[in-house]
């Protein structure tokens, strides 16, 4: 074993390899894979190789994209054999929910430039004769995806890495790690220590285990997947697409004249869930014909040319799976020199090329040049340290692998996990939950008689008119918003405010009492966070932050801290709870509750003040998402349920009413509010999103000033917009919806909803800056449907002068 390399990677499969190749390619030499077998001798060597590139989340495609764009050139750069053939995969339809899923999938390749057309049964039948299409009503066709050899292609850019300088150690098994306080300082092997700069863990279904060896969470669970090959099958055409039978759960690739067939059947099997054996090494688990028989009935009705045909084996290879059926990738938040790569869900042959690539751009640049926040390790809460927690949540979403994804859709499994102080309370007012983060958090109140349960459709959910009626009374009366789930943290000391003015873009250094709402950026000038600031003393400042990122802002302001710091930085999610009391009347609601002076002198807009609500403390901050006077109160958690109470028995008069998380989503559109992750995200810049009100470049140094004083000068090359369609209904719209403008897609939606009070629907999305005063010619396309669009002038669609707010 040589003394030290600048880059550890642990694990020679596909990731591994690309990962090496990637920061060799990128000018880093001194790399070493560390392989406890052969290369490929994990899940990589029995993987069945198909690689598709369409995926919900527009970066994931375009990393899948790359991949395609790689293995084209990558035997040609290498000499080896990859087995690349660009056969298009043919996706098949047998229910008109399925034909929705494939309509909505070829609007979004459409916004990627990527081709995916739908076709007849007919059709699918001409591209592929050893299918039975009596059941199928449609399908879709797309030309650019194909097949691989896994081996192949790990090999070939295994062979890159080397030729620039990498070095793979083979039969070489990881043992542990010496750490300096937050860092990795060596990985030991049987073969002895190496020193390290960065460990990047590339370990598969090995990553739970090595995860808890570096103390990073890695919450991965093998799951058994099996796929049969056949013998030669006489009459097989050549050449034929991969295929996707998804209500059958099905997939299928020719395979030297005969065929692959495989699937995702609705109740897998866990493997090995405490940990894989190291010895583990280039096998498979025994076949088990009984569990895969309900794939095999199925598949010998679409493909009856399996009723005659030889079985040359049934492969059954573990392969690691996720509870959100995302990838696990970036940095470690435990550690400050660590990187995971880990967790394909089965498409790590389709994301390995692309995978590698991010994950050398994050450790040489700091950041991938895509945002891949829903593969981001950070996403991840402390539940997820719970084993029982991901197995029985991973076992749901193996189960759904090819399932419809339906809008909307909650998941059933692991449930109850994070719960307000409020939970039982709005459960007896009909609060019908859906799950964030671990929260339990009341997406919508269903009515007495009413059935306390969403129907998942692609149409107008049974839902929509008991949101609206919500949505109403926030308008015209008053409502209770349970946001306890809020991410809170705490600043406290003489060097808070300097280090949070160095942190945030808008000025921190506001009178005791003030709140400020900011973006936190990188060098770069785009967003990393949003978050509100309540100045609650001199030194004393409260943060909130959304549900889902409080991981990754801690992590972002944890890696920004001074050595000598002079104050303290804690998490205090849970020593509040949080009511929303939001609408017209909420002020006369809580003056019936307080002695504490509410006027508009006493406790304006962009404050926060303390008092009683009833026996119990509060900490007000006055701001709104909602678009309306409101309030919200942090309450300590124990007084929560006697301040719901109050506030509720007190309001009767004044038709208070519970409201929920989708109507949030309804009234924050209206107002022309941005939401973190969909149009704040580290791909534009406060001037994009059109927050330059809160870059304060008056003030001293700050991260991203420079940039961001460079792009005001130059202007912004995007701009976020709001879209209303007029449609007879309401139109329940796809995500990533392209933007069309006389015939050209020139975006995507980042949000899309109904607006209840102005009675259409409302879209957001980015388009360049030049195409923004244009006033005619666009369009929305969704379901494979393109609906006529009004851009508007302004994004505010309600209270475009804040009369209600300031109120």
Not at 136 to 152: H, L, N, S, V
Not at 741 to 753: C, D, K, M, R
Request: aromatic share 10%; hydrophobic share 40%.
């Amino acid at each position: 074993m040589q003394d030290s390399a600048q880059v550890v990677i642990i694990g020679g499969g596909i990731i591994g390899c690309s990962t090496a190749y990637h920061l060799t390619k990128m000018g880093w030499k001194d790399v070493v894979i560390l392989e406890k077998g052969e290369l490929t001798s994990g899940s990589t060597w029995h993987a069945a190789g198909l690689v598709g590139q369409l995926r919900s989340e527009r970066n994931i495609t375009r990393m899948l994209q790359y991949s395609v764009s790689l293995y084209e050139e990558l035997e040609a750069e290498t000499g080896l054999t990859t087995g690349w053939k660009k056969s298009g995969c043919l996706h098949l339809a047998s229910t008109k929910e399925r034909m929705y899923e494939l309509k909505k999938g070829a609007t979004t390749a459409r916004s990627f430039g990527l081709e995916m057309n739908i076709i007849s049964p007919e059709e699918a039948y001409n591209l592929c004769p050893i299918i039975t299409i009596d059941d199928i009503i449609g399908a879709a066709f797309m030309p650019t995806d194909g097949q691989a050899d896994p081996a192949g292609i790990t090999q070939a850019m295994a062979k890159g890495a080397r030729n620039r300088g990498a070095k793979v150690y083979e039969q070489t098994l990881v043992t542990g790690f010496e750490f300096d306080k937050k860092r990795v300082t060596a990985v030991k092997t049987d073969k002895g220590a190496i020193k390290c700069e960065i460990v990047v863990s590339c370990t598969g279904m090995w990553g739970y285990q090595v995860g808890e060896m570096l103390g990073v969470n890695t919450p991965l669970v093998p799951f058994q997947h099996q796929f049969l090959v056949t013998d030669e099958i006489e009459g097989i055409p050549p050449n034929l697409p991969t295929i996707r039978d998804k209500d059958s759960l099905l997939y299928y690739k020719d395979e030297v004249g005969g065929l692959v067939m495989g699937g995702y059947e609705r109740n897998g099997i866990p493997w090995a869930v405490d940990g894989v054996d190291n010895a583990f090494i280039s096998q498979l688990l025994e076949s088990d014909f009984d569990h895969f028989q309900s794939l095999a009935d199925p598949a010998m009705k679409r493909t009856p040319c399996l009723q005659e045909a030889g079985i040359a084996r049934l492969v059954n290879g573990p392969e690691a799976f996720t509870p959100d059926g995302d990838a696990i990738m970036g940095p470690a938040p435990e550690l400050d020199n660590c990187f995971v790569a880990a967790g394909f869900n089965a498409f790590g042959i389709a994301a390995g090329g692309g995978a590698g690539r991010m994950m050398a751009e994050w450790i040489i640049e700091g950041e991938p040049s895509l945002d891949l926040w829903p593969l981001d390790i950070r996403r991840f809460g402390r539940y997820h340290h719970s084993r029982k927690y991901n197995v029985a949540r991973t076992e749901e979403i193996y189960g759904k692998h090819y399932t419809i994804h339906w809008p909307h859709e909650e998941h059933d499994s692991a449930r109850g996990v994070r719960r307000s102080p409020l939970y039982y309370q709005l459960k007896e007012k009909g609060a019908v939950y859906g799950a964030k983060y671990g929260w339990e958090r009341a997406n919508w109140f269903a009515p007495q008689g009413v059935e306390p349960k969403d129907d998942l459709t692609f149409g107008t959910p049974n839902w929509f008119e008991y949101v609206a009626a919500e949505h109403k009374n926030a308008r015209e009366n008053v409502v209770l918003i349970d946001q306890t789930s809020f991410c809170k943290f705490e600043v406290e000391g003489p060097g808070a405010l300097e280090f949070l003015n160095r942190l945030c873009a808008n000025q921190i250094d506001q009178p005791v009492g003030k709140v400020i709402y900011t973006q936190m950026c990188n060098d770069r000038g785009t967003i990393e966070c949003d978050m509100t600031v309540g100045r609650l003393a001199e030194n004393k400042f409260l943060l909130v932050v959304g549900t889902a990122f409080g991981l990754r802002v801690s992590w972002w302001i944890e890696n920004h801290k001074p050595s000598d710091s002079a104050f303290s930085f804690r998490e205090v999610t849970s020593a509040y709870a949080v009511i929303n009391v939001i609408g017209p009347k909420s002020r006369a609601l809580l003056e019936k509750t307080t002695d504490a002076d509410l006027s508009n002198s006493a406790f304006s807009f962009g404050t926060c003040k303390a008092f009683t609500v009833g026996y119990a403390p509060v900490i007000s901050f006055r701001v709104t998402y909602i678009g309306e006077l409101g309030y919200e109160l942090y309450i300590p958690a124990e007084f929560a349920g006697h301040v719901y109470d109050t506030l509720w028995k007190a309001g009767q008069d004044l038709g208070v009413k519970n409201a929920g998380y989708r109507t949030i989503a309804s009234t924050h559109l209206e107002k022309g509010y941005a939401d973190w992750g969909s149009e704040l995200t580290p791909e534009y810049t406060p001037f994009d999103v059109g927050l330059g009100f809160c870059v304060a470049l008056e003030k001293d140094d700050f991260i991203g000033k420079e940039a961001l004083a460079k792009i005001k000068a130059q202007g912004a090359l995007w701009k976020l917009c709001s879209f209303t369609i007029d449609a007879e209904k309401p139109l329940m719209l796809q995500g990533s919806a392209p933007i069309i403008l006389n015939g050209e897609v020139i975006g995507v939606t980042t949000s899309a909803g109904y607006g209840h009070t102005i009675g259409k629907n409302i879209c957001y999305g980015y388009i360049p800056v030049e195409s923004s005063d244009i006033r005619d010619g666009f369009e929305i396309e969704s379901y494979n449907e393109r609906y006529p669009a009004t851009i508007q002038p302004n994004r505010v669609l309600y209270d475009p002068k804040r009369k209600k707010i300031l109120a």
